[in-house]
């Protein structure tokens, strides 16, 4: 007989959590890049079936003596990680009831669905019937994780995507950031006004993007045997980590932001694709953190994608898939993906002002959650805060308020991870530096397998085992998110354009 | 307070497994059309533990005594039929231990999804791996249901399909055919090899084809609102009535197939889509039975798509799609369609040959089941038939006993609701001719829209509120399947070959 019996049990309800789930996941990826419109309602009585479902089974009475049950037993490390992911997990639904469970998916379903059609209609008054009933579910949920975490509510719901983390240390990070960011970037902007810069001249055919694309993630070292893209109004990596699904979209204009949106959706892919195989359907094989899955994502948009060697292997895949022009040529490929570009639209911008982008969406959604923030006054907010941060004037609530998907699932404290993730890259990346002092030579090389090593070996394989801080600590040997390598680079970038 | 509270609370556990199965649907279309193949193990585990699930809720206890007590609760008529289908399908799901249910969802997600693989590379012995379990669990399957229901042990799988259908009765159906149409078919063949009919000439590109088909689609009144067309190994007609996926596949050399496929498979999405909408979601809502799902994909392929008006329709959009070339003016267009080829494939079977291919396997399938015939005595005993039916050799397994998805999935008793369904699909069509005086002069100008009124008022809209007999009563006012309209119609057909 085994030596971990309640263990065990408890490792083969969350297989059966798992399993299930896989449907779930699979189902929302084809909510969102598949389903007919009509399918919509059924859909979302079958997901919030599902979510009752799953909620039903992490609050099961008997799971509580388990759970203390196990610690006794003689478990390993990786079983002793296990069981903290699993209490976690279970503490977590235990705050919340079922009814609320079921509600929050319904509307949270309803409103996604129609935001897709109202977000290029500009329907602001038509999104917030549904986004009321959104925000109230979100804002009870807050109140109960707060109640039962004695964090703040914001704190409360920022926990579920970052453990540990709280809004007054997304502060310490950003505070200064808010200050001067703005300013640098009026000068910048100003300065590269008078560049030189060569606009790349479409149509650029759906079909040849997504050629263009599939072709880049496999130089990304993603598994295709293991993955797929597809489109969806908002990109995403969604599936399961057997089977990851990336989405994108396409506009035959345009073809960078779709590109790049791709390379960032690969951060996510391949991260995932490496969890720790052995422990796939566990707690503990699951991804560590928001902020340390979105420092994979941006780092590979960002210091990989537009990284010289990188676009010097980009630059004739993309002449060969729309023709040769000379805005297509590395050096003009180069200048710009990383120019700096005040835009309305968040997933569009560069990595410069990216992150008053996520201080925007930060400020207003710990009003909303707070509930000192009325649904009616969020767009003007929204808008005053461009003008603010970025000054630009946001001319309709397609391009503003209503360009994110995830206040339709009532995802309050998502945004922060972008940023802090952007904040980790960095920190990570001039570790990475600094241990594989042939980098920068192999990426020019097109060589990028010791970089794909070192994340898997570093990061990726640990999933869970640690915290998120302990594996910042495992990966680089700080235990600290430290803004000082972003706010340096931003500052060398900077300084780069502006000579 | 309700008059019918158990008929209610049965109700709503019917509503739960139906948005269960829900997810189970789109996981099992994506499986066979967009995952990748490394998902697969996950996927099957996933619906492996989906499927005990389901079967758990089928099969809790209380539901012995609910179902006795809703009976004597003041039911409607719709109730009543709902009740009895409830009973149904709880019955047959407690013939059966959840051991074998997951045991056997492994086992045929297994062996489909190498299947894939395995027909193109004529690989039977690989194959045999897969489908030695996929036929012990059948058997068991079979056993099980036989005992329960009294039944034979083909009988009783048949049933699952078409309830209250024996294979004494698809004999009768049947038994001369076998007799008299190889000689027919031969006789056609030689007359025909001395007539011309042109062939049209590829390469025909998937993209046009794609186009086609979903216009095609469109104008047999097919909803994509909700709905989609995709692709996958072996097309199919899946999904959920609010939501109909369903797949086909491409040929560049060839274009009728993948054509005429979509076709059918449109004859069911449109059964689904026009089910009793506001009893969706019970067993009651759901279409009757295989054969008269068969009737209408079939009567959809050979009956309206085959004929005159419908092709003259179909030309010009085959033109426009390819380019214009002698083999699609319509009325050679017309004979591709109708001509009589003997061939090695059954869903690229012309009309006349079409039950042969049906009757071997019915045939073996039966000696399968039974346990007289062994597997590996398969493969020489479907090529014996083949030469014994269609005159024609086997060259390989994979045009061969390894064609057909049915048997990975142990739908042992399906095969025949095809032949039946021709049958059916005959005397329907017979009696609209006669209910419809101006049905041929509407579709030869290309006016559906009363054929397909009829469809739904007679046949779609009854779900399954009467057995299938009376389903057929109520469409067209006989109560048994005739197979003379069948007979007639190939005499007629060969005749007109022939002269």
Known sequence: MSATPTYDDLSGTWTRLHRLSHLQSIA?????????????????????????????????????????????????????????????????????????????????????????????????????????????????????????????????????????????????VFGDVRQWLPGLIRDVTAKQARDAVIEPVGPFPTAQQRALCEKVIGILGFDFQ????DVSTHPFCGGVPEDVRMTTRFNENEFLISLMGTVHETGH????????????????????????????????????????????????????????????????????????????????????????????????????????????????AWNARMRDFLGIEVPDDARGVLQDVHWTRAAYGYFPTYALGNVISLQIWRHVERELPDLEAQMERGEFAPLYDWLRERLYRHGRKFTPLETLERAIGEDRIDPQPYIGYLRAKVAELRH
């Open 28 to 172: 929302g990826w084809d909510q969102a890049s598949n389903m007919p419109p009509k399918g919509n309602e059924a859909r979302a009585a079958a997901m919030a079936e599902m979510a009752a479902l799953l909620h039903r089974m992490r609050t099961e009475p008997k799971l509580k003596d388990q759970l203390s049950r196990a610690e006794q037993e003689p478990l390993d490390d990786g079983q002793r990680a296990n069981l903290r992911e699993m209490r976690r997990q279970w503490r977590a639904s235990n705050a919340l009831p079922e009814s609320l469970v079921t509600r929050q998916q319904m509307a949270n379903s309803r409103c996604e669905h129609a935001w897709r059609t109202q977000r290029p209609a500009n329907d602001w008054a038509g999104f917030v019937e549904n986004f009321r009933e959104v925000l109230a579910c979100g804002r009870e949920e807050a109140r109960l994780l707060s109640e039962q975490t004695g964090l703040s509510k914001y704190d409360a719901m920022m926990d579920r995507f970052e453990p540990g983390m709280t809004s007054a240390h997304v502060d310490r």
């Open 226 to 229: 293991a993955g797929r893209l």
């Open 269 to 380: 892919g391949r991260y995932e694709q490496n969890l720790p195989r052995d422990w796939l359907g566990q707690p503990v094989a699951e991804a560590r953190s928001m902020a340390l899955h979105e420092s994979q994502s941006l780092s590979f948009e960002m210091q990989l994608g537009s990284h010289r060697g990188f676009v010097d292997r980009l630059a004739p895949l993309v002449a060969g898939a729309f023709g040769d022009q000379p805005a297509l040529a590395p050096h003009n490929l180069h200048r710009l993906l990383t120019r700096v570009k005040r835009g309305l639209i968040r997933v569009d911008a560069d990595e410069v002002t990216y992150s008053l982008h996520i201080i925007l969406r930060f400020e207003l959604e710990q009003q909303l959650v707070d509930g000192t923030l009325a649904l009616e006054d969020l767009p003007e």
